[in-house]
């Protein structure tokens, strides 16, 4: 649904902005309104998510919309009130957390990290495994008893989660003291969305199924000074058979490139350190944009220029990194020596039914062109052990494909079952002792091949955009290198937010300590 259609599908409920009386009659309906009359509204806002007819999505309905505000009426609704948000999952759900904060933010609301404290709390959720899901039915339990001593509170579950029928029926039947659910094709609607639940009094619920517009101008609360997440392109069209992301984020949709850079621009402007590109898969990046010749490669090489030291991105699909991306990434800079290239599987067979689009071999030739391009470039990558009817053999297949690319890192998961996705409906003969056997075979060459990586950097001098206090020691300072790998090292809190050079004194399985090699430097 692109955002005329909302307008003109939500006209029961808002009416034609001429025929709104007044502000005042509008919330009195609201609060008279019957649960019956909730139900008709369900209906016409909350479309099930659908397999079948996401495939059949079309490019042509991407609306950009740059006029995003917040109606005067609720210009305070925030005010003196607190709110909280618990993020789970991927980057993308903490940059949406950051548009949400901004949207509470300009309501008047301040943030609080105390659930006590907080008028409106807000759970951003993920649905990629099973395990997510079950954290976040678990806070909905724990938040109840809250709740019930404090009716005013706004409790909303927003995200991946509330994209699925399922969990949307379950907190439906289930978890009645949830007094909104948004999708994450809703965030722009928080401010009616909030009045609502404030003054309605029956939960809201409001998810969009597939389609989705391109809003800008929304409002940010970032999360610190130093790095910044930046959005090039929302959903994915791939369609891997064990993945809802397809369905929980829509269909792809490229922002203009005027707008990221512009973006940058004003990041760089504000003493911004790094950026990280972000999509679901930022490699079909510019496929959408029906006016123009324009992918991933053509918008590093115009970032590539902006005075900022470190240009990351995530997440790539190995099917459509091309040659002018790693022409672009080769010609180094700003542009960081680290590639994450899931790859899920080292068998052919296997990423056949994953419906990956790419073999064993193809990922493998990819692997070399990026090497030959960027000898010093750190790769990691994803795996997903135990997908069904994975064997032996084809597991062997993904531990030999470590080693040949020599990979820095990965995440690694047991295949978990989404519902309403192809794999899901599979038989599957491999018993879960076996799948967490192979996880923890898997996980111990991960482990290795880190130690092995990092063991590379003993007694050398490294850039560290200095990110803080380290968890573990606030005496400690913690940042990144260019190869995104995490370093401790003792300095003067006044670093903070800059990159210095570190001396690398010892090297761990995952970390690297190091002493300061000299004060901050000046960067561009
Ligand atoms: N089960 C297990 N892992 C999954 N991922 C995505 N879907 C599933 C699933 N159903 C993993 C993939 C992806 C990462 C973000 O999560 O490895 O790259
Ligand atoms: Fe999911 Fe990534 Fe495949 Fe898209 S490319 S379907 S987000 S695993």
């Avoid at 397999?51 to 925030?78: C, M, S, V, W």
């Avoid at 998810?207 to 989705?212: D, M």
């Avoid at 203009?256 to 790094?274: M, W």
């Avoid at 290795?448 to 803080?468: F, N, P, T």
């Amino acid at each position: 649904m692109n955002e005329q259609q909302r307008k003109e599908m939500s006209q029961i409920r808002q009416g034609n902005p001429a025929d709104v009386k007044s502000e005042q009659d509008n919330l009195e309906r609201i609060k008279n309104k019957k649960p019956d009359d909730f139900v008709k509204y369900f209906q016409t806002t909350y479309e099930t998510p659908n397999l079948n007819k996401a495939r059949k999505r079309g490019k042509q309905d991407i609306k950009y919309h740059e006029d995003f505000t917040i109606p005067d009426e609720l210009q305070n609704i925030g005010q003196g009130k607190k709110y909280l948000i618990r993020t789970y999952g991927c980057q993308m759900n903490e940059h949406d957390t950051e548009v949400m904060a901004g949207i509470l933010t300009e309501l008047g609301f301040e943030s609080t990290s105390d659930a006590n404290e907080a008028d409106i709390i807000l759970l951003n959720t993920c649905a990629i495994r099973e395990n997510a899901e079950n954290k976040v039915f678990g806070e909905l339990g724990h938040l109840k008893p809250l709740k019930q001593n404090r009716p005013d509170l706004i409790l909303g579950v927003c995200g991946c989660m509330s994209q699925e029928e399922s969990v949307v029926n379950k907190i439906l039947e289930k978890h009645q003291h949830v007094d909104l659910i948004f999708g994450t094709h809703n965030i722009h609607r928080l401010p009616q969305l909030i009045q609502e639940a404030i003054f309605g009094k029956e939960m809201v619920v409001e998810v969009w199924s597939k389609e989705g517009d391109v809003i800008e101008n929304l409002p940010k609360a970032r999360n610190g000074k130093t790095k910044a997440w930046v959005n090039i392109m929302y959903g994915c069209d791939k369609f891997c058979t064990y993945c809802i992301v397809p369905m929980t984020r829509g269909k792809e949709r490229s922002r203009r490139p005027e707008d990221i850079i512009q973006e940058i621009r004003h990041l760089a402007a504000q003493g911004y350190q790094e950026v990280t590109l972000l999509g679901q898969n930022v490699n079909a990046y510019g496929k959408d944009l029906a006016d123009m010749d324009y992918g991933l490669g053509d918008l590093m090489d115009e970032i590539r220029k902006i005075d900022i030291p470190r240009v990351r991105f995530t997440t790539s699909h190995p099917r459509d990194f091309d040659d002018r991306l790693i022409e672009v990434l080769a010609k180094g800079g700003n542009l960081m020596p680290y590639i994450h290239l899931p790859v899920q599987s080292g068998s052919s067979e296997v990423l056949k039914r994953m419906n990956r689009k790419y073999t064993r071999e193809s990922y493998l030739e990819l692997v070399r062109k990026i090497k030959k391009a960027i000898p010093h470039a750190a790769l990691t990558t994803d795996i997903i052990v135990g997908f069904p009817n994975e064997t032996e053999e084809q597991f062997e297949e993904t531990m030999t494909l470590y080693e040949e690319v020599g990979f820095e890192g990965a995440y690694t998961f047991i295949y978990s079952p989404r519902e309403g996705t192809p794999a899901a409906k599979k038989e599957d003969n491999v018993p879960m002792d076996v799948k967490k056997q192979r996880l923890y075979r898997l996980n111990e060459r991960v482990n290795q091949y880190s130690r092995e990586a990092l063991k590379k950097y003993q007694d050398q001098v490294v850039d560290v955009l200095v990110e803080g206090e380290s968890k573990n020691n606030p005496d400690v300072l913690a940042g990144y290198t260019p190869e995104s790998k995490l370093v401790n090292f003792r300095g003067p809190k006044s670093v903070i937010g800059k990159i210095v050079k570190v001396k690398i004194t010892n090297t761990k399985s995952w970390t690297l300590d190091g002493e300061m090699a000299e004060e901050a430097v000046e960067v561009n």
